[in-house]
């Protein structure tokens, strides 16, 4: 049977949509900066646009698709950030603003801090070289299989939902990983009481390798 860990990973990766709160999201970063050092990297001034190649000069701003369904913020998100999953896949994540918190004000100037940051940075040079960390980090926690499982006895389409949610999930953490180092930059820690209760969306479309919407898969 598959672990609970693992159902919980599937549950959060199947909804396109899910809130974070801050306090939760900033002590997964930690976790992984502690479980596999990283270099700090200065982004390049010149992120990434949408998928479909529609990627706007490199100015981090999301275009539309008839291919997906966003969420209504999606729409117009904080970031959004197109990228090419091991298996092929053409993925987009995309961030809404922080809302809530202790101190609007700090709130807004930590969306503010990032909105700018997606907007003047290569966001796939910036995170990439972290993604086998995170990879590697992931997949310790949730193997391809678990004690008493074959690929003989797994269906297809169970092997490739897990594979594709534990992708995503590195590539969520590197990019937190990386807001969190553009906002350390901008003297704004995690933890900061101001930020206290507030939470953001995230959603995640992917195309396969036929050109067609990524449906989650069966069985999880």
């Known amino acids: 049977m598959t672990p609970d860990i693992l159902d919980d990973l599937l549950d959060r990766a199947?909804?396109?949509?899910?809130?974070?709160?801050?306090?939760?999201?900033?002590?997964?970063?930690n976790d992984a900066r502690r479980a596999q050092p990283r270099s700090r990297r200065m982004p390049m001034v010149l992120t990434g646009g949408a998928i479909v190649a529609l990627i706007a000069g490199g100015a981090g701003v999301a275009a539309?698709?008839?291919?997906?369904?966003?969420?209504?913020?999606?729409?117009?998100p904080l970031g959004a950030v197109p990228f090419t999953m091991a298996n092929g896949f053409e993925c987009e994540l995309r961030f809404s603003d922080y809302t809530g918190g202790a101190d609007p004000g700090f709130v807004s100037q930590v969306n503010q801090v990032l909105k700018d940051w997606y907007r003047s940075t290569d966001v796939i040079a910036e995170v990439s070289p972290s993604?086998?960390?995170h990879r590697e980090?992931?997949?310790?926690?949730?193997?391809?299989?678990?004690p008493g499982e074959t690929r003989d006895t797994l269906p297809p389409e169970e092997v490739e939902h897990r594979a594709w949610a534990r992708e995503w999930q590195?590539?969520?953490?590197?990019?937190?990983?990386?807001?969190?180092?553009?906002?350390?930059?901008?003297?704004?820690?995690?933890?900061?009481?101001?930020?206290?209760?507030?939470e953001r969306s995230g959603q995640i479309q992917c195309l396969d390798s036929d050109g067609q919407p990524y449906l989650p898969g069966a069985g999880s």
């Open 170 to 198: 590195a590539w969520d953490l590197a990019i937190g990983a990386a807001e969190w180092d553009q906002l350390g930059r901008n003297g704004i820690q995690p933890g900061d009481p101001r930020f206290e209760g507030s």
């Open 64 to 76: 539309a698709t008839d291919l997906y369904s966003w969420a209504p913020w999606a729409q117009d």
């Open 137 to 146: 980090q992931v997949e310790q926690a949730f193997p391809e299989l678990y």
């Open 131 to 133: 993604v086998p960390s």
């Open 14 to 29: 199947a909804p396109e949509t899910r809130v974070v709160p801050s306090s939760e999201f900033s002590a997964m970063i």
